[in-house]
């Protein structure tokens, strides 16, 4: 780490701008919020450091539709000044986004892009620092058959890519322990969740595994709750975060299993947790770590002198970086090294808080 | 919405008439002994026969087995007490009611059960009891529509501006100014039809009517909301009417007008034929005075 | 008897030409000019229009338009579909009087049609090329049009807006939710339109939005042109007698079956061609985009605009789709939150106040206008 | 499609397929009223609900009530429905009315076309959503938990709990009520004649002004009460809520006939209990779809609903 | 005077419908308004009904000025309405249409007194008690809303030509009823096209051309006018 006496250095490497890509308005602007909070966290901390507002945050709000993300793709590059970018936060805006990134040659880092064919595309500038959905699925259904050995599961998403993906893979997982399976609404498409519910409980499910985000999920589990249901919640990294137990109620939400390609942040210890609490007054939520991480990436890179995109792009693909969630190294195709893919079950607790529940296999 | 009602179909079906367009249930016509088509329908002497017709709303028979005839040029005259079934009759003939039972042949073809718009291309027009325009349409866009019905202008040719469509635009606008000026209400041509005066609307619905090019026209109480001076100038159109070569059924409370204009009558009470003939029969038919007109005709 | 009454044609337009030379304003002085200044200003209009890219340059006023969270020819060229759609709806809507709130429904068969013929994503296979789909797209959005109007040429007003919600509804379900359809996983690699520039550089490519707007723009203009010869036509006046009542229009001897179905197919023509153009320059697509809030978005627009005006449906089409995207990336001063996220709510409140003060629309039909200015003074009764 | 699951869970869903359409039945009022006297779809009912569902809220976090605090004593939870009942209805009260004073009055004497006051409606609609959208941040609302479902009798794997029928028979005793309201009376008499010649209604001493204000204050009033259950069933709320269930409600209003009261009590409970089925037999993610497959299929055979249009017309 | 138009001005628009009309009813007249078509008569019973609001000038009605009230209220105060087109409501039965005449009223044997009345004035009304109003026929809606206008017991009935698309029969009928309710003690306020009757039974009259009064005096009087008869009387 560059020592932040040395104002040379400093201004030299400054003058920059990072980007933040992702939903910030818009029915899932929750998810887009966690990530760009984690992002503006780093480099509040670097620009501390350095005393002076050396890197500024770009903000670009894409409300997470495909639609609207052409535009606004368009209107970073046209910024010369921004070099980097955190972002797209899901996968369909990345379909249409990363195309213009691509052209323009500025290098992204997705903290949370989860769809396995993205790195299908031959992007050059185009990297992701977690898992696809292929490692995560394996991994929670792994969870329900061997740590929770659950005989009946009950499987249902909500036909987000994300989510029916992750969905498919766990069914695939889970074999002949799968009794039923159902598709809701998309998140902001339905509150009622009555239906579900009944084939649910009629199942004999012990185990429901849900593939989409946490709003939805807390829905369903509080009306399971409310039907009597004493079966267990299980679902991906979409619902972990401390709105499902908002949704669902504490009690209700308690004993919640998420499974995450990440690490606990509090296992790489520092005072990331603490610190975003402190700042944004709300506690970090999905993702939050991973994009606090690829923003520090990409500062480490740009301390080392790395100041157009195509060194800092030429940095990421080379460099391996240890940050609080996980070690971080990119294959040639933007997938995240295989070797440093780490899945974890958390576990919801009677605060509503996320607890490491332990590292689950991913295969 | 401040409009004066107008009495629409749709309504009327609240109780249990069938208006053709939602005839759902297989609305057969039966013919009760119709008629054979005679000779002189055949040469076009006849140009309407209604035939038989009953026409039942639940419990209410508003025409039971009327029959008559139209001869080609001549004007008729349809008159009876109020509810006689008068206005159900024009329904029947222009398709906006299906007949319980009987015929209605018009040029010597069945016209039951056709299209509304077919039978107005066919050559009958009408007008309305309680008016009905197209209320925000100009008095000269109003006509056109009635003008449009011979037109052939597709949508494409409309959408690609061919000959056709200039042509038939010209003719069709030229012709519905003069029928305007005709009815006497040319001065108001761009005026939207809601914001003319009762009398006014029913001068242009005559026009609209008469737009179609008819070869019957049926005026249902044309000189309502008409003073005698104006009555005395529509009898004369009326005349004028006739003298182009279109039949008229008229429809008309005002006995000095149905006298003075009419060849030949019928006479219903509550949906029965009770007389047929001259003015000058009619008017001396007792059974026509006890019904209709009290005190013989007030003269004035 | 025409030949009767025509002894002096007289050629008696005056009243007409009259009503219209009343009103005043802009439109009242655009009225009155010849056939020849008239045509110039629109040619010069269309020019600028050419132009407004370029808007930004324009000292001063220039800054205050463009775009700012948004890249300014993006943000044109979804100006230019929604105006499209706009003036698709209106030929639904302000023509016929056929109250759709599922408009976006054809929008979204053209471009899945697009998608489903053109992308590797497809089960088709087929990776046509994008123009190539064109065609196709219209004319599968055209044949959903009439599958719509089919069914519902006996329904009334508003139960036609409930069906055709519905309509929508289920068009967007069975793209969520069919494998075919790929549901939000949606169609990635939809090719663009084709075309090379001079060094060889490819027209219509992913980083600039410019050409897609000059595009979009073109076909507008052959829609306003084919749109305003069916207006003032017969076709155009039957519309307008089946939206003032339908029975006697028929009894005047309008088609009003065949009348009401050309309005839905054209409008599902229109609306189909908008949905090809967003998947010629988007290049993915899925589900997520064919929300009802689309639909009633745009009646939003053609009303605001006003109803059964050419020239009011662009406007409102074009203030649907600019005013959110201009809100984007302004501060607000209290709170100092991107005003963004109010764009729907301060929508909601512009909205309001425009339909209040101009009940008619912005540009209001000729014929509305009149109508509502003798209107509006015979208010009900002071209360 | 899965026959097997329909039958097996057939009474389970019979009685949650009730439940909601009690609740959408009596949302579905509200459209019906308005549109049987001003022939306008009040868009903006769907935001008239959800204020509904918020107001209960507060009025319940104002106890000290959020959803993880314990279920209160059997007289207190009586005494916080009714509470909660009060607030609803009185936010839904005003804001229909308040909808009604600044959206629709001043169109209205401006002679506006109809189509101006959609517009307006949608605006409105938009406008309150959205702000509480901004308000609430997006995020749900939790219930506090109140009512501790417990089944009240059990048929085979039918299990019909105290809230369930709380919430039905709530639903028809107001339908019943305001049936009756607007058949026998004299106001009820008032609404029908606006709707059917507001200027002949004029003639005939009747304050239009009043009896629209009346007809949205009702409309409000149901709502208000849709909202307490919906809350109390569904357990969260969110700033779209009202929009989500609106277009059900309003499609039940249609499928019975809009404008009939009668008629969006069976299209709600029909619409209830369809999606119920339909979810069961095709999957959730067609329920939606079902219920517009159902209302057009119902149109073409009657094309005015089920029961027909009648407020504005024939006899209510 | 139990009625008093002051200079009244009426806009449609940019269409001025009245230009200044002045005149009044007493107490117990009959007061007939003739003219040709669009001459302003339905316009000025809708100005003294309150369906249109007048731009200028003043509208008293028994010593109170009502130029600003509301419509409804006006009933309330004595003002009835038979309108021009008879604007029934289509939906309610003939017997609803009745009772709606009495809206404003209370008093529930007075007004199924009234109703016994109407229905002995127009026994087809009687006959289709449960008939919607829509589906009757022209000359029987001209007598439902004549008759309903009866039922709120006005201190003034304005009739918008009563007699239109009645029968011959009727027509004697209508204006024999007019007369029989003003002696009863209603006043009425009568626009007809059917001059001659109209004038034979009013107490006065006022001749209306484009807006303006143009002619006033007793009925007898215009009915012996040589243009009045020229103009509305036809050559008889
Ligand atoms: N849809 C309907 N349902 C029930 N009865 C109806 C319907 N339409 C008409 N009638 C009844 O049928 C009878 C005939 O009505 P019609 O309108 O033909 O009379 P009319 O001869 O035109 O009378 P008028 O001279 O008063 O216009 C009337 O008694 C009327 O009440
Ligand atoms: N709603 C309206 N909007 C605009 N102009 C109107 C409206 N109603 C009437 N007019 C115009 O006002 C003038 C007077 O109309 P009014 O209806 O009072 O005439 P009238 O004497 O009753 O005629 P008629 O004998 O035809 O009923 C006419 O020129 C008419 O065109
Ligand atoms: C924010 C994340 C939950 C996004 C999700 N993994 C996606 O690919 O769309
Ligand atoms: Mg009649
Ligand atoms: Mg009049």
């Known amino acids: ?363 | 919405m401040s409009e004066p009602h107008i009495e629409t179909p749709q309504e009327a079906d609240a109780a249990n008439a069938r208006p053709v367009d939602q005839a759902a249930p297989t609305g057969k016509t039966t013919a009760v002994a119709s008629t054979p088509v005679s000779d002189e329908e055949r040469s076009g002497e006849v140009l309407l026969v209604v035939d038989n017709v009953t026409l039942r709303f639940g419990g209410v028979v508003a025409l039971n087995e009327v029959s008559f005839s139209l001869r080609k040029g001549e004007i008729f005259g349809l008159i009876g007490p109020n509810g006689a079934g008068k206005t159900t009759c024009f329904n029947a003939m222009t398709g906006v009611y299906r007949p319980t039972s009987g015929g209605i042949r018009f040029q010597g073809e069945s016209i039951v059960g056709k299209k509304k718009h077919e039978i107005t291309r066919g050559g009958i027009a009408r007008t309305f009891q309680n008016v009905r325009l197209f209320p925000e349409m100009t008095a000269l866009e109003n006509v056109m529509v009635g003008a449009d019905a011979h037109h052939k202008t597709s949508v494409i040719s409309a959408l690609f501006r061919l000959p056709r469509f200039w042509r038939e635009e010209r003719s069709g606008r030229d012709r519905s100014l003069q029928l305007l000026r005709f009815v006497g209400i040319h001065e108001r041509a761009g005026e939207v039809a809601r914001n003319l005066s009762y009398g006014e609307q029913r001068r242009l619905e005559i026009a609209r009517a008469l737009a179609t090019n008819p070869t019957l026209l049926c005026l249902d109480e044309p000189a309502a909301g008409f003073n005698p001076a104006e009555k005395e100038d529509l009898l004369a159109l009326i005349r004028k009417i006739r003298d182009t070569g279109v039949t008229v059924l008229l429809i008309e409370h005002d006995m000095r007008l149905v006298m003075g204009v009419t060849d030949r009558i019928v006479v219903l009470e509550f949906g029965k034929k009770i007389a047929e003939g001259t003015p000058a029969e009619v008017r001396d038919n007792p059974a026509v005075i006890a019904a209709y007109l009290g005190v013989p005709t007030d003269a004035a | 008897m025409t030949e009767a009454t025509s002894s002096t044609p007289e050629q008696t337009p005056a009243p007409a030409k009259k009503a219209k030379s009343d009103s005043g304003g802009v439109r009242g002085w655009f009225g009155r000019q010849s056939p020849v200044v008239r045509g110039v200003l629109m040619v010069v209009f269309a020019a600028l229009a050419f132009l407004l890219p370029y808007v930004g340059e324009i000292p001063v006023i220039g800054p205050q338009i463009v775009t700012q969270g948004v890249d300014w020819p993006s943000a044109l060229f979804n100006m230019s579909y929604y105006v499209l759609l706009a003036l698709g709806l209106n030929v639904v809507v302000g023509f016929a009087g056929l109250l759709d709130l599922g408009y976006v429904g054809f929008f979204a068969v053209g471009a899945y049609t697009v998608a489903l013929l053109t992308s590797p994503d497809s089960v088709l296979r087929t990776e046509w090329g994008w123009l190539a789909a064109v065609p196709v797209g219209l004319a599968v959005a055209m044949v959903s049009g009439l599958i719509l109007g089919w069914p519902t040429l006996r329904l009334r007003g508003d139960y036609l807006a409930i069906v055709t919600l519905g309509f929508a509804e289920i068009i967007r379900i069975v793209a969520t939710s069919t494998e075919t359809l790929r549901g939000d996983r949606g169609f990635a690699d939809i090719p663009h339109p084709p075309g090379t520039l001079a060094d060889g550089k490819p027209m219509f490519g992913v980083a600039d939005a410019t050409p897609y707007y000059w595009l979009g723009l073109a076909v507008i203009i052959l829609v306003i042109l084919a749109v305003r010869n069916l207006d003032r036509s017969r076709v155009g006046r039957s519309w307008l007698a089946i939206r003032e009542d339908e029975e006697a229009a028929e009894i005047m001897g309008v088609r009003t079956i065949k009348y009401k179905l050309w309005a839905f197919a054209i409008g599902a023509f229109i609306g189909g061609l908008g949905g090809v153009m967003f998947a010629g320059e988007q290049g993915f697509m899925n589900s997520g985009t064919f929300v009802l809030q689309f639909s009633i978005l745009v009646l939003a627009g053609v009303v605001m605009g006003g109803a059964g005006n050419i020239a009011g449906a662009i406007l409102g089409g074009a203030l649907i789709s600019y005013i959110p995207d201009r809100l984007r990336g302004i501060e607000d001063p209290i709170w100092h939150t991107d005003l963004f996220g109010f764009r729907f709510a301060i929508f909601g409140a512009v909205i309001i106040a425009i339909m209040i003060f101009r009940p008619q629309g912005l540009i209001p039909s000729r014929r509305r206008a009149m109508e509502l200015k003798d209107r509006e003074k015979e208010v009900a009764p002071i209360e | 499609m899965n026959f097997s699951g329909l039958i097996q869970d057939f009474g389970p869903l019979t009685i949650t397929g009730l439940a909601q359409g009690a609740i959408i039945a009596l949302f579905a009022l509200g459209y019906t009223l308005v549109y049987g006297v001003l022939r306008l779809i009040n868009f903006a009912h769907s935001e008239v609900f959800l204020l509904g569902t918020f107001a209960c809220i507060w009025a319940w976090e104002l106890f000290g009530l959020d959803q993880n605090t314990a279920i209160p004593s059997v007289p207190a939870v009586i005494g916080l429905l009714v509470l909660g009942l009060v607030a609803a209805i009185v936010l839904s009260g005003v804001t229909a009315l308040g909808v009604e004073f600044i959206a629709y009055r001043p169109l209205r004497k401006r002679n506006a076309p109809p189509l101006a006051f959609l517009i307006t409606a949608i605006g409105a609609s938009l406008f309150i959503s959205e702000t509480m959208g901004v308000i609430t941040q997006r995020n749900i609302r939790a219930v506090p938990a109140l009512i501790h479902p417990r089944d009240v009798f059990v048929i085979g794997n039918m299990h019909v709990t105290n809230l369930q029928i709380l919430i039905i028979v709530l639903a028809l005793v107001m339908m019943f009520v305001l049936d009756r309201f607007i058949n026998s009376s004299r106001l009820g008499r008032g609404i029908r004649a606006v709707a059917q010649n507001p200027d002949s209604a004029a003639l005939m001493g009747v304050n239009k002004g009043r009896v629209i204000s009346l007809v949205f204050l009702l409309g409000g009033l149901m709502a208000g009460i849709a909202a307490v259950m919906y809350d109390l069933k569904v357990g969260v709320t969110r700033f779209d809520a009202g929009f989500l269930l609106g277009i059900e409600a309003f499609t039940a209003a249609v499928l019975g006939g809009i404008g009939n009261l009668r008629g969006a009590l069976v299209g709600g409970l029909l619409l209830g209990l369809l999606q119920n089925y339909a979810a069961s037999l095709f999957g959730t993610e067609w329920l939606h779809a079902a219920s517009f497959v159902l209302l057009v299929l119902i149109l073409l055979v009657r094309p005015t609903g089920l029961l027909g249009e009648s407020l504005g017309r024939a006899r209510a | 005077m139990l009625l008093e138009l002051q200079d009244v001005t009426l806009l449609y628009g940019r269409i001025q419908a009245l230009h200044g009309i002045s005149l009044n009813v007493g107490e117990g007249e009959i007061v007939a308004l003739i003219g040709a078509n669009g001459a302003g008569k339905s316009t000025t019973m809708r100005a003294i009904s309150g369906l249109r609001p007048v731009a200028q000038g003043s509208i008293k009605f028994d010593g109170e000025d009502i130029t600003k009230l509301r419509a409804d209220l006006r009933v309330v105060r004595g003002v009835s309405q038979s309108p021009e087109g008879r604007g029934i409501f289509p939906g309610m039965t003939v017997r609803e249409n009745l009772e709606m005449g009495a809206y404003t009223r209370r008093n529930r044997a007075e007004i199924n007194q009234d109703l016994d009345r109407a229905f002995s004035l127009f026994p087809r009304l009687k006959e289709r008690e449960k008939q919607v109003g829509g589906t009757m026929s022209g000359g029987e809606q001209q007598m439902l809303a004549v008759g309903r206008a009866l039922m709120s017991r006005p201190k003034l009935l304005l009739l918008d030509e009563p007699s239109m698309g009645l029968a011959p029969m009727l027509i004697q009928q209508i204006f024999d009823i007019i007369v029989e309710i003003n002696q009863q003690g209603t006043t009425v306020l009568l626009v007809e096209q059917n001059a001659q009757q109209a004038l034979s039974r009013a107490h006065r009259a006022y001749v209306l051309e484009t807006g303006r009064i143009v002619k006033t005096g007793t009925g007898a009087e215009l009915l012996t006018d040589p243009s009045v008869k020229d103009a509305y009387l036809g050559v008889a």
Not at chain 1, 48 to 58: H, L, M, Q, Y
Not at chain 1, 199 to 216: E, R
Not at chain 1, 255 to 281: H, L, M, Q, R
């Open chain 1, 1 to 363: 780490n560059s020592d932040s006496g040395s104002d040379d250095t400093a201004s030299g490497n400054c003058g920059y701008k990072l980007a933040f890509f992702g939903a910030l308005t818009g029915p899932a602007a929750n998810l887009g919020v966690n990530i760009e909070q984690g992002f503006e966290l780093a480099i509040n901390q670097y620009n501390e450091k350095k005393g002076s507002d050396c890197i500024t945050v770009a903000k670009f709000d894409s409300q997470g539709d495909p639609g609207v993300a052409p535009g606004v793709a368009r209107n970073l590059v046209a910024d010369k000044k921004i070099i980097g970018i955190v972002g797209p936060a899901f996968s369909g805006e990345s379909e249409a986004a990363d195309p213009i990134f691509e052209q323009a040659g500025v290098p992204s880092i997705s903290p949370s892009a989860t769809r396995v064919s993205l790195s299908a595309n031959g992007w050059k500038t185009w990297h992701r620092a977690v898992a696809n959905d292929d490692a995560q699925g394996p991994a929670a259904g792994n969870y329900i058959k061997n740590v929770m050995k659950a005989e009946k599961v009950f499987v249902a998403d909500d036909q987000s890519a994300y989510g029916a993906g992750l969905a498919e893979v766990v069914k695939k997982t889970l074999g002949t322990a799968v009794v039923a399976t159902d598709k809701t609404e998309a998140d902001g498409k339905q509150t009622d969740f009555s239906a579900l519910v009944t084939k649910v409980v009629s199942s004999g499910a012990t185990a429901l595994f849900y593939g989409g985000y946490y709003q939805n999920a807390g829905l369903i589990r509080k009306a399971l709750t409310t039907a009597g249901w004493k079966g267990t919640l299980v679902g991906g990294d979409g619902m972990k975060d401390p709105g499902l137990a908002k949704a669902a109620g504490n009690a209700a939400a308690t004993g919640t299993i998420v499974t995450c390609p990440c690490s606990p942040p509090e296992k790489a210890g520092g005072t990331f947790v603490t610190d975003y609490k402190a700042k944004w007054n709300v506690d970090a939520g999905t993702y939050s770590d991973v994009a606090f991480d690829a923003a520090n990436f990409m500062l480490q890179g740009i301390d080392a002198g790395n100041t157009t995109v195509e060194k800092l792009n030429t940095y990421l693909g080379a460099t391996e970086y240890k940050g609080i969630a996980n070690t971080y190294k990119f294959t040639p195709t933007g997938e995240l090294d295989p070797k440093f893919i780490k899945v974890w079950a958390f576990k919801f607790d009677a605060a509503g808080n996320t607890i490491a529940d332990q590292e689950v296999p991913a295969v």
